[in-house]
């Protein structure tokens, strides 16, 4: 049987199959994805097919994927989800504070892996007047790279509405630092979703990890019927606290960075790190302020993972 694994919670995976069964399902201990040192090789989103004993023995090949590197393991990933056509990354300015750090790091990785993001900026109801002044600097910077940006109040439901057509008809991943309200989002879009949320840490600012295993929500309610329209779904996936490089050669870093990558075309060398080389244009740049320091900062971080060749959290 041909299916889709709908949710992963590490020792078993529920997949939707084409005939609309709901299967629990298993992976043989050697199972394993040729090319990829992964801690989870079949990941939510992948098309598998599913023998009569509920063992999971084949897996399509993906369009792509969202890895990152796991915590314990610096050698292995984990990837997130596969097949998407799109990931919503929740930040926040506040209550808790989303670095730019961890943006810069999930939208390159977005990049390697040919997944268009749109940040979504969540809290807008929490905010001060200083900190709703950051907000629209942050937003302008990204929208002035190219990335989409959406304000909204997952609490009050501020901007919501409008989130609706960017997702009907697509497979959409949800992600972000624990406690920025993904699931309290959901909830919002999706009502019978029922996700559990949890109040923010008061000592640390921090979110409280509510969701514990990635899940593709379908939007309408089951059973999908895919034989009416294109099914939309939403992932959800456990907090991260930090987003470590997995998988990216140094030289290729540049091209994760869309605005870094323009103006290194005009670089003197073409192997340019555009960390101390003369004739430099990214440099440049960001010395006249053309790039933004702390993109540069999160470009020159990530270098710094390649070079020492560990895991970091991005605060």
């Known amino acids: 049987m041909k299916g889709l694994v709908i949710k992963n919670t590490g020792s078993w995976y529920t997949v939707l199959t084409d005939d609309g069964q709901l299967l629990d399902c298993k992976v043989k201990g050697n199972f394993r994805?040729?090319?990829?040192?992964?801690?989870?090789?079949?990941?939510?989103?992948?098309?598998?097919?599913?023998?009569d004993e509920c063992w999971i023995t084949e897996i399509e090949d993906r369009k792509n994927y969202i890895i990152r590197k796991s915590i314990n393991l610096s050698k292995q990933s984990h990837i997130l989800a596969a097949n998407v056509d799109q990931a919503l990354l929740i930040v926040t300015v506040a209550k808790p504070e989303t670095s730019t750090t961890f943006i810069d790091r999930f939208l390159a990785s977005a990049e390697a892996y040919r997944v268009p993001v749109i940040l979504i900026f969540n809290k807008v109801d929490l905010l001060n007047d200083d900190e709703r002044n950051y907000q629209q600097m942050m937003v302008n910077l990204y929208e002035t790279i190219g990335y989409e940006c959406r304000i909204v109040s997952a609490e009050t439901g501020e901007g919501i509405e409008e989130l609706r057509p960017l997702l009907e008809g697509?497979?959409?991943l949800l992600s972000g630092n624990s406690g920025v309200g993904k699931s309290t989002l959901i909830n919002r879009l999706i009502p019978h979703a029922n996700q559990r949320t949890a109040e923010i840490s008061d000592a640390h600012q921090t979110g409280m990890?509510?969701?514990?295993?990635?899940?593709?929500?379908?939007v309408d309610g089951f059973p999908v019927n895919t034989s009416?329209?294109?099914?939309?779904?939403?992932?959800?996936?456990?907090?991260?606290?930090g987003f470590?490089?997995?998988?990216?050669?140094?030289?290729e870093l540049t091209s994760y960075f869309k605005e870094i990558f323009e103006f290194s075309k005009q670089c003197r060398f073409s192997d340019c790190t555009h960390t101390h080389e003369p004739g430099c244009a990214v440099l440049k740049a960001v010395e006249d302020h053309y790039i933004a320091q702390s993109r540069y900062q999160s470009y020159l971080s990530m270098l710094d993972d390649k070079d020492e060749n560990k895991y970091r959290e991005a605060y």
């Open 33 to 51: 994805i040729k090319g990829i040192r992964s801690t989870n090789p079949v990941a939510v989103g992948d098309r598998v097919t599913v023998n």
């Open 170 to 172: 697509k497979i959409t």
């Open 209 to 218: 990890h509510t969701t514990t295993f990635s899940e593709m929500i379908a």
């Open 228 to 241: 009416v329209k294109t099914p939309t779904w939403l992932i959800d996936t456990p907090g991260i606290k």
């Open 244 to 251: 470590g490089t997995f998988d990216m050669e140094r030289e």
